[in-house]
């Protein structure tokens, strides 16, 4: 299935990001008939297609529609739908996502109707907004990643901004008021077709369970004033547009250069890296926020030294360090102890006694996945150390489980029987790399 966007689109983008980009004033007004088009439609199925996940709320999933009445047939129907405005959102299913701290998450997941729908609305709007959204914003951006926001950071305490505003948003998804948003959004859209849509998605019941499995509406709906479902296509897109009033004030007001102070932004995680004093930064912060209707969460928002304590960002811990042999200052971008506690779960339960019983092949294979995913993501500048423990620690695993799998309980016979050679060559464990992600002095640090 080839992801390559058709060319017919891509021009449509570049010619909505120039005329965004060259006329920052100006209202787009005839969009709507683009994302009925039948190219667009396949492209944003196929997309839609290649990101996975659940059903929604109607149990559709994406084998159903293959094996039912066909990708074709089931475009043709949300085409005509669209087209003659009898297109209605339906319900967005919640689910519970545990997080680290034992709390949960909740996020929402529309059906796939839905979420071809949005897709094919944000591949007509994204360029729009991206002719505006400013150089130190980087999440849920084309080209741009959460490691393009990490070296934002590296580079601006090297420049000696080292006072750091830890930023946490309360709940922030949940809060965004409707009304404002939808003010953000007619800044640049004024086709009511899509503004239409968009409205119906923001106002789309959720419906969950509750502890008997019985579902019932826990959110939503007309009456809702707030909140945008995290897990929506387009959900990460409103939410930038809407922090974007930020990141505006902090570049229109030239705040880097007034207050010395630097944002960067990557969706609702944000710092602001201080040279000279954090409580102007700080109070622009909260002034902009009380006036979107947001706010800070207290108890997770502080104030860090860099050069005394290191701080979490996007599952890094950053902080400036001093090499132990040669006594040089640099910046330390590492694995966050979070984030090796959340891989060691997981790879204690893709291992665990109970999953003796299936095949050897497919624990291995799922092990592998999961390491592969985090590895990708986090090797990645001074990594070494934290990839040795992850690399041992896998060993370990994979070693117990297959003592577990052949009823071997001494250690050391397990160690014999299950040489580190053999888990690699023999099982076909994914070798975590233990190089740096980047090749410095400092990179073993």
């Not at 339906?90 to 796939?112: C, N, Y």
């Not at 109707?113 to 609305?121: I, K, N, S």
């Not at 502080?302 to 001093?322: E, K």
Request: proline share 4%.
């Amino acid at each position: 299935m080839s992801l390559t966007t058709p060319d017919r689109i891509r021009t449509l983008q570049r010619k909505l990001y120039a005329k965004a980009k060259q006329e920052p004033a100006y209202r787009f007004y005839a969009l709507y008939d683009k994302i009925v088009q039948e190219d667009m439609l396949g492209h944003a199925w196929r997309l839609v297609r290649a990101n996975g996940g659940s059903p929604g709320v109607d149990g559709m999933s994406f084998k159903a529609i293959e094996d039912g009445k066909g990708v074709d047939a089931f475009l043709r129907d949300l085409a005509c739908s669209l087209k003659d405005k009898t297109y209605r959102a339906q319900p967005v299913r919640r689910v519970m996502i545990p997080k680290a701290d034992g709390s949960q998450r909740p996020l929402g997941i529309p059906t796939i109707r839905d979420r071809v729908a949005q897709m094919a609305v944000k591949l007509i709007i994204e360029p729009i907004f991206e002719a505006d959204f400013c150089p130190h914003s980087y999440g849920f951006r084309p080209k741009r990643s959460a490691h393009d926001a990490v070296d934002d950071i590296a580079d601006t305490l090297w420049a000696g901004y080292t006072q750091v505003i830890d930023a946490d948003l309360s709940k922030y998804f949940d809060s965004i008021p409707h009304s404002k948003l939808m003010t953000v959004v007619a800044e640049r859209i004024v086709d009511g077709g899509i503004l239409h849509l968009i409205k119906q998605w923001l106002k789309a019941p959720v419906i969950g369970e509750d502890e008997n499995g019985v579902k019932k509406t826990v959110g939503g709906g007309k009456g809702n004033r707030k909140g945008t479902p995290q897990g929506g296509v387009i959900s990460p897109l409103l939410a930038n547009c809407y922090l974007h009033i930020l990141d505006r004030v902090w570049q229109n007001r030239h705040l880097k250069e007034n207050l010395h102070a630097h944002l960067v932004r990557y969706a609702d995680d944000f710092v602001v890296l201080c040279r000279k004093g954090v409580e102007e930064p700080l109070r622009v912060v909260r002034d902009v926020l009380e006036r979107l209707d947001l706010r800070l969460n207290e108890t997770k928002t502080h104030v860090v030294n860099a050069t005394q304590a290191g701080f979490n960002f996007l599952g890094f811990t950053i902080q400036m360090s001093q090499g132990v042999k040669t006594g040089k200052s640099y910046i330390s971008v590492r694995p966050a102890d979070k984030s090796f506690a959340k891989i060691k779960a997981r790879l204690k339960e893709l291992t665990g006694r109970n999953l003796t019983p299936i095949p050897l092949e497919d624990v291995v294979k799922n092990v592998n996945r999961s390491l592969r995913g985090w590895v990708n993501y986090f090797h990645y500048r001074n990594s070494s150390r934290v990839m040795n423990k992850v690399k041992t620690y896998t060993e370990e695993r994979l070693r117990i489980h297959l003592m577990k799998r052949h009823k071997v309980k001494d250690r050391g016979t397990g160690f014999r029987r299950f040489p580190g050679r053999d888990l690699y060559d023999r099982y076909g464990l994914y070798k975590v790399p233990t190089a740096a992600g980047w090749r410095t002095a400092h990179a073993l640090a």
